[in-house]
């Protein structure tokens, strides 16, 4: 989510700068449903996903 981008960059100034220019000329898709890379990487053993 985009509102939590501050914490992750620690300014929610740089966030929001961020978030611009990722946006600016993009489309922004949101899926809903089960993840797959979420799902098999928690199946596989040790938790790295190869396969």
Known sequence: EFSRWGSVFGDDQMAA?????????????????????VRHALMSPGGGGAE
Request: aromatic residues 10%.
């Open 17 to 37: 700068a961020v978030i611009d220019r990722v946006v600016h000329h993009g489309r922004l898709l949101q899926f809903r449903g089960e993840s797959y890379r």
